[in-house]
């Protein structure tokens, strides 16, 4: 029999790359999608031919349990979140329904289906994972972090990420379900979309390698994270729930780097001077919290996971797909930044 999963935010990058780990695993795997006619479909059907859709929504509880019970998956990866930390300000109330309430109602869902339990270490049935955030961590006093750091989250995604991690370990402890958390760090990737940093400048450098634009405006460019790659991240999310135990852990790569540096290698690889195109613009510098860095060791030593790609190689990736996109879209599509 192969194994099921079911994956909530299919149509995000954790979980394009996820539902792709799985089928090379052997999975059968289905995706959660909001909406009857959601735009993302068509790509998802055509990028994943073997992926299976069911509807639901993780604010509609119902909707939940109609999923589970109709695909009863071996494990379920709850990934669908609002993610962009600044619009978390913006619509707290939506996050904290979505990225806080959702693995509540996940883990229900999984409850009620099971018939109370979900699966233990000794007993099968659902396993849960959640994706949990190095944010949750917020405003540190020491660093590296790992599992024994404490959380002191300072915007409205982390607190719900919080409240996620928090009822994941209560459902673990309080119904003895195999549920984990993973707290990751920044994974970035060519399907990381355009609002965050790293994809920002990936596209801009291509475009300007391409004569399509002149220059990039950034914030704070001394800004320092913990970046790695999402189809590395993607492995330990799997791993965690192949383990004999059911416990949280921290992913990411031990290296930290600046803006600056992800900038520098990025128009290296087009053979251009960064400092001749980048503009630091006042409106996008944001409050930072201190360095974020992850201390991995526990999953290293436990799950045998290290991430395989470097900082240079995630970025150089990032650059060369965004040149290979716009080089073979047509014309029109060029000019538009969409
Ligand atoms: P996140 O804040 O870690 O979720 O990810 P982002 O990619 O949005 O931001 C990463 C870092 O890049 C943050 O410290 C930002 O302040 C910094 N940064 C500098 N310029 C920009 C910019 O133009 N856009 C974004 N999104 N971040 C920027």
Same mark, same amino acid.
Not at 48 to 56: C, F, N, Q
Not at 92 to 105: A, D, H, Q, W
């Given at each position: 029999?192969?194994?099921?999963?079911?994956?909530?935010?299919?149509?995000?990058?954790?979980?394009?790359?996820?539902?792709?780990?799985?089928?090379?695993?052997?999975?059968?795997?289905?995706?959660?999608?909001?909406?009857?006619?959601?735009?993302?479909?068509?790509?998802?059907?055509?990028?994943?031919?073997?992926?299976?859709?069911?509807?639901?929504?993780?604010?509609?509880?119902? #909707?939940?349990?109609?999923?589970?019970?109709?695909? &009863?998956?071996?494990?379920?990866?709850?990934?669908?979140?609002?993610?962009?930390?600044?619009?978390?300000?913006?619509?707290?109330?939506?996050? #904290?329904?979505?990225?806080?309430?959702?693995?509540?109602?996940?883990?229900?869902?999984?409850?009620?289906?099971?018939?109370?339990?979900?699966?233990?270490?000794?007993?099968?049935?659902?396993?849960?994972?959640?994706?949990?955030?190095?944010?949750?961590?917020?405003?540190?006093?020491?660093?590296?972090?790992?599992?024994?750091?404490?959380?002191?989250?300072?915007?409205?995604?982390?607190?719900?990420?919080?409240?996620?991690?928090?009822?994941?370990?209560?459902?673990?402890?309080?119904?003895?379900?195999?549920?984990?958390?993973?707290?990751?760090?920044?994974?970035?990737?060519?399907?990381?979309?355009?609002?965050?940093?790293?994809?920002?400048?990936?596209?801009?450098?291509?475009?300007?390698?391409?004569?399509?634009? &002149?220059?990039?405006?950034?914030?704070?460019?001394?800004?320092?994270?913990?970046?790695?790659?999402?189809?590395?991240?993607?492995?330990?999310?799997?791993?965690?729930? &192949?383990?004999?135990?059911?416990?949280?852990?921290?992913?990411?790569?031990?290296?930290?780097?600046?803006?600056?540096?992800?900038?520098?290698?990025?128009?290296?690889?087009?053979?251009?001077?960064?400092?001749?195109?980048?503009?630091?613009?006042?409106?996008?510098?944001?409050?930072?919290?201190?360095?974020?860095?992850?201390?991995?060791?526990?999953?290293? &030593?436990?799950?045998?996971?290290?991430?395989?790609?470097?900082?240079?190689?995630?970025? #150089?990736?990032?650059?060369?797909?965004?040149?290979?996109?716009?080089?073979?879209?047509?014309?029109?599509?060029?000019?538009?930044?969409?």
């Amino acid at each position: 029999m192969r194994n099921r999963a079911l994956i909530t935010g299919v149509t995000g990058q954790d979980g394009f790359y996820l539902a792709e780990e799985l089928f090379r695993c052997g999975y059968q795997v289905t995706g959660l999608v909001r909406g009857q006619r959601n735009p993302m479909v068509p790509a998802l059907r055509r990028q994943l031919p073997d992926l299976d859709i069911v509807h639901g929504d993780l604010l509609d509880q119902g #909707s939940l349990i109609t999923a589970v019970d109709a695909v &009863q998956p071996d494990e379920v990866y709850n990934l669908g979140a609002l993610s962009f930390v600044p619009s978390s300000w913006q619509q707290p109330m939506l996050t #904290s329904e979505t990225t806080g309430l959702g693995p509540l109602r996940m883990l229900e869902a999984i409850r009620v289906v099971s018939g109370s339990n979900g699966s233990t270490s000794s007993q099968p049935g659902i396993r849960f994972y959640q994706a949990s955030t190095f944010e949750m961590f917020g405003q540190v006093s020491s660093s590296p972090q790992d599992e024994m750091t404490p959380f002191h989250p300072r915007s409205p995604y982390a607190t719900a990420k919080a409240h996620g991690h928090y009822t994941t370990q209560n459902y673990r402890e309080s119904y003895g379900m195999f549920a984990v958390s993973g707290i990751m760090f920044n994974h970035e990737s060519p399907r990381r979309s355009e609002e965050f940093m790293t994809r920002k400048v990936s596209v801009a450098v291509a475009r300007i390698a391409l004569g399509l634009d &002149q220059e990039l405006r950034l914030g704070n460019l001394c800004a320092q994270r913990d970046w790695g790659y999402a189809g590395d991240y993607v492995t330990a999310m799997r791993t965690m729930l &192949q383990a004999d135990r059911a416990e949280d852990y921290v992913i990411g790569t031990g290296a930290i780097h600046s803006v600056r540096d992800l900038v520098r290698i990025a128009f290296d690889c087009v053979c251009l001077d960064w400092e001749k195109y980048v503009i630091v613009d006042n409106d996008l510098l944001r409050p930072d919290a201190g360095v974020l860095c992850g201390d991995a060791r526990k999953a290293r &030593q436990r799950l045998g996971w290290s991430p395989l790609t470097s900082f240079e190689q995630l970025v #150089s990736s990032m650059v060369e797909a965004d040149l290979h996109r716009l080089s073979a879209a047509p014309a029109h599509d060029r000019r538009s930044r969409r």
